[in-house]
T-cell receptor
Framework: EVQLAESGGGLVQPGGSLRLSCAASGFTLSSYEMSWVRQPPGKGLEWVSSVTGSGDTTYYADSVEGRFTISRDSSKNTLYLQMNSLRVEDTAVYYCARDLGGTSHYWGQGTLATVSS | EIVLTQSPATLSLSPGERATLSCRASQSVSTYLAWYQQKPGQAPRLLIYDAFNRATGIPARFSGSGSGTDFILTVSSLEPEDFAVYYC?????????FGPGTKVDIK
């Protein structure tokens, strides 16, 4: 059974950093394209970043380009999102998802990152 | 960036009624469009991918149609568990984009 479990969210001040983790089970992470999607409280979904199955190519939304980095550790079967220079508008529930060609077929339950002073 | 517009913003219907949700793209996305359902406090769930393909385990009452810029999600007869927010998403171009959502609530 495919399972994704996010962790690492919390409260951080503007300008700070957080690293989100997404532990995968039931499949090999490095064989699949993976994404992060976020949802500010009470608002809609926003795609954040994706990495191809090979890991050679990454994609970022303009709103996070240069501040966020997607990566993965095959030995731990875990996906990461390093978030630096955080802004109040980055406050959201962050979901990781297993993708196929840009469509998210499986989702985790999300982790809340709150950026506030 | 491809902008997706969904209508209506809210759809008030009764169980057993037919729901028709629209998604329009600012430029052609071919058939590279997906639909997701989200209930309060839950992660989104994939319903339809590539315009008309039902995802694993999705009931046949959900169907998708369309191509190019205009797409429709139809729920043939609403069940109590179908009252939720529905999002469309395109994968034709980077960045991937989502529509603002349609809330289907109980009339």
């Amino acid at each position: 059974e495919v399972q994704l479990a996010e962790s690492g969210g919390g409260l951080v001040q503007p300008g700070g950093s957080l690293r989100l983790s997404c532990a995968a089970s039931g499949f090999t992470l490095s064989s699949y394209e993976m994404s992060w999607v976020r949802q500010p409280p009470g608002k809609g979904l926003e795609w954040v970043s994706s990495v191809t199955g090979s890991g050679d190519t990454t994609y970022y939304a303009d709103s996070v380009e240069g501040r966020f980095t997607i990566s993965r550790d095959s030995s731990k079967n875990t996906l990461y999102l390093q978030m630096n220079s955080l802004r109040v508008e980055d406050t959201a529930v962050y979901y990781c998802a297993r993708d196929l060609g840009g469509t998210s077929h499986y989702w985790g339950q999300g982790t809340l990152a709150t950026v506030s002073s | 960036e491809i902008v997706l517009t969904q209508s209506p913003a809210t759809l008030s219907l009764s169980p057993g009624e037919r729901a028709t949700l629209s998604c329009r793209a600012s430029q052609s996305v071919s058939t590279y469009l997906a639909w997701y359902q989200q209930k309060p406090g839950q992660a989104p769930r994939l319903l339809i991918y590539d315009a008309f393909n039902r995802a694993t385990g999705i009931p046949a009452r959900f169907s998708g149609s369309g191509s190019g810029t205009d797409f429709i999600l139809t729920v043939s007869s609403l069940e109590p568990e179908d009252f939720a927010v529905y999002y469309c998403q395109q994968r034709n171009n980077w960045p991937l984009t989502f529509g603002p959502g349609t809330k289907v609530d109980i009339k």
